[in-house]
């Protein structure tokens, strides 16, 4: 659906507005704690920061609540459903395991709630997370914002990723002068390519953000259904195989990946994958997948606007030193965990979503056109308030 700039920039003043005579909407910084659990369906990560939606000024304590194998079947099955379907047992483990690793957090002012995404479509039914953050309120006792993607959606953005916004304040926090990337492996991998000499993260060319493409989600699908493990640990399986080239090749073929950026995925989009590596050893079938992960990576770094200085690796998949290898012998510039600049890589999500909390109760963008295709910058969440 179309959207005008001039609808989409008056969308950007969204429900704050409404809300001007509010406390919360205009004091800051904020001591807040982001949520997020992400498409591997590990658990609920959750970590505090201070800010003011431009600036970290300080990173608290962190928690991080693991799903059981029990919750995790009951996750996979919704995994593709929308609100419509019945996800009554799912959003009720959802809800359950954030409300029980926030409430570890005593001086948070508001939470920030991602939701657990179980479907992703933006051009057709729109994203799906599930997870009610008005509960979480009433449960909590304090504000929480939620429901991030749906206003980017709806205004014909991608909707993802959202973590962009706060890659850009840590790389002006960690003093960085030249372009360089972030690349966050989950379930999915997104990169996001920063300019850190423009001003805000919003004014033009100052980001570029997509996913690009698989990145975990197969390799744990395929350890889980071959030897019932939850992954490949410390990458020792794809260690010992053999990459089937021909079929890294082939898989390059599909259409998202000359696709011009931004753009998004969802877990389930390369449904045929699996049955591309089914003729493999499993140790083969694992070194396919992580040379995958890395080729994708090395497919979206040319949609750059200039070739990165440098690489810095976010989430589970910077934990396997296979994927970490292909990543350093497959592209051209030097490749690093965040930990490298000090940064947190097992919480930077959770953080990015309490950074983007307070730019919602702000009212400032949380999305451009360079990080989801959005007509113009704007904002997006729901607050959502304790009634008692």
Same mark, same amino acid.
């Given at each position: ?199 805000? +993260?919003?004014? %033009?060319?100052? #980001? /570029?953000?997509?996913?690009? =493409?698989?990145? *975990?989600?197969? $390799? ?84 750059? +606007?200039?070739? %990165?200085?440098? #690489? /810095?690796?976010?989430?589970? =998949?910077?934990? *396997?030193?296979? $994927? ?65």
């Amino acid at each position: 659906m179309a959207h005008s700039v001039q609808s989409v920039v008056q969308a950007a003043s969204y429900k704050v507005a409404a809300r001007e005579g509010e406390e919360m909407a205009t004091k800051g910084p904020f001591c807040v704690v982001g949520a997020m659990s992400g498409t591997s369906l590990d658990g609920v990560d959750a970590a505090q920061i201070v800010t003011d939606g431009m600036r970290v000024a300080e990173r608290g304590p962190t928690a991080y609540r693991p799903y059981t194998a029990t919750e995790r079947r009951t996750l996979r099955t919704a995994l593709g459903k929308w609100p419509d379907d019945d996800i009554s047992e799912a959003a009720e483990i959802i809800e359950t395991a954030h409300a029980e690793v926030l409430s570890r957090f005593p001086d948070a002012e508001v939470f920030g709630f991602h939701g657990q995404t179980l479907a992703h479509d933006p051009a057709g039914r729109g994203t799906h997370q599930a997870g009610d953050g008005a509960i979480l309120a009433e449960v909590l006792g304090r504000a929480v914002v939620w429901d991030f993607r749906s206003n980017d959606v709806a205004m014909g953005g991608q909707g993802a990723p959202l973590a962009p916004f706060y890659h850009f304040a840590l790389a002006q926090e960690f003093g960085a002068t030249d372009p360089l990337a972030i690349l966050n492996l989950g379930g999915v991998g997104n990169l996001t390519w920063i300019d850190p000499t423009a001003p805000t +993260p919003e004014t %033009p060319g100052a #980001l /570029l953000a997509f996913d690009t =493409g698989p990145a *975990n989600a197969p $390799i744990d699908d395929l350890i889980r259904a071959r030897t019932g493990a939850a992954r490949d640990e410390d990458g020792a399986l794809a260690s010992a195989g053999t990459a089937d080239q021909d079929i890294v090749a082939e898989f390059l073929k599909h259409a998202y990946f000359p696709k011009i950026p931004p753009k998004s995925l969802d877990r389930n989009d390369f449904s045929a994958l699996p049955n591309m590596i089914a003729d493999l050893t499993v140790e083969d079938a694992a070194a396919t997948l992580t040379a995958i992960v890395a080729a994708c990576v090395a497919t979206g770094l040319d949609h750059c +606007p200039t070739p %990165p200085t440098r #690489l /810095l690796v976010t989430g589970g =998949g910077r934990h *396997n030193p296979a $994927i970490m290898t292909a990543l350093a012998s497959r592209l051209a510039c030097p490749v690093a965990s965040v930990e490298d600049v000090g940064l947190n890589g097992d919480m930077l999500e959770a953080e990015a979503f309490a950074f983007l909390a307070v730019r919602v109760l702000r009212g400032l963008p949380t999305s451009a056109p360079g990080t989801t295709g959005v007509a113009a910058a704007i904002g997006g969440g729901e607050i959502s308030r304790p009634v008692t």
